[in-house]
């Protein structure tokens, strides 16, 4: 089991950015895919973004393809959630979610994660 902890969210105007972080306790964050998710008020989770243990591999949802990129950096055992161009719609309580496996797996599942972080909200104003 890893513990996930969420940060970065806040208030930001149509069209402008923000960095999610999710720092990962112990030391095998590497051996972990990890992905970022989001639940917007009275709707189901969706999947956001997902990357591969090794960073080598990544998966978007097609409302955020061009506009978000997911990265890592294992030696600081850190997933990142750079999300350029926002939209009200984007507006959401954000979660990091990890899964330890080396093999593929479906990204686009909230079921394929087994750990959850805390999450972070996130509003977009119009």
């Known amino acids: 089991q890893v513990q996930l902890v969420e940060s970065g969210g806040g208030l930001v105007q149509a069209g402008g950015s923000l960095r999610l972080s999710c720092a990962a306790s112990g030391r095998t964050f590497s051996s972990y895919a990890m992905g970022w998710c989001r639940q917007a008020p009275g709707k189901e989770r969706e999947f956001v973004a997902g990357?591969?243990?090794?960073?080598?591999?990544?998966r978007y949802a097609d409302s955020v393809k061009g506009r978000f990129t997911i990265s890592r950096d294992n030696a600081k055992n850190t997933v990142y959630l750079q999300m350029n161009s926002l939209k009200p719609e984007d507006t959401a309580v954000y979660y990091c979610a990890a899964r330890k496996t080396y093999s593929y797996i479906d990204y686009t599942k909230t079921t394929t994660y087994d750990d959850w972080g805390q999450g972070t909200q996130v509003t977009v104003s119009s």
């Open positions: 990357i591969n243990w090794s960073g080598g591999y990544t």
